[in-house]
């Protein structure tokens, strides 16, 4: 099992929907999770953190943890074409960050 | 605030030779992870550094290597090149090397080996 599960995609959405995005990891000491936002090309940028067993509200974008189910998620509501890229799930782990292979999203005009 | 950069940002080699990429943090972050990005594979760990110490170091060969300075930039290393250390290679730092602290990406250097 890897230790950080995305699926690959790639997730359509029509503009103005929310997009969700998901990801489940297998070490359950983890603390950290990290939401990136990678454009074709680009190199991964930070969207968001989380620590916390919950919700986490940023603007359009929402992250959910879940320690218990071992899972985290990103909301992305009003979803835009600019929004299209690829999201990678990471996790801190000791002394190294874990990273899912990504998401691809395509929001469709 | 300046944020990570790396250089040079491409390179072209061929089999057999090697090739050091730079990465400066950015100021005051004292810890800095590398990783190797392939289409097929996503983002592989390749190691950390914090203080001048490896921390980390991810499942690649001994041909990778990497150090890091006291001003805490870092080099990475890879000797006797092979078609498949074709990627992007990637530098990231953040403040620790570990607890709740956010890890910002470099450019990249885009390592093309013929």
Known sequence: ????????????????????????????????????RQYSGKSPELIMFIYSNGDKEDGRFTAQLNKASQYVSLLIRDSQPSDS??????????????????????VLA | KAGVTQTPRYLIKTRGQQVTLSCSPISGHRSVSWYQQTPGQGLQFLFEYFSETQRNKGNFPGRFSGRQFSNSRSEMNVSTLELGDSALYLCASSWTSSGENEQFFGPGTRLTVL
């Open chain 1, 1 to 36: 099992q890897k230790e950080v599960e995305q699926n690959s995609g790639p997730l359509s959405v029509p503009e103005g929907a929310i997009a969700s995005l998901n990801c489940t990891y297998s070490d359950r000491g983890s603390q950290s999770f990290f939401w990136y």
């Open chain 1, 85 to 106: 890229a690829t999201y990678l799930c990471a996790l801190e782990g000791t002394y190294k960050y874990i990273f899912g292979t990504g998401t691809r999203l395509k």
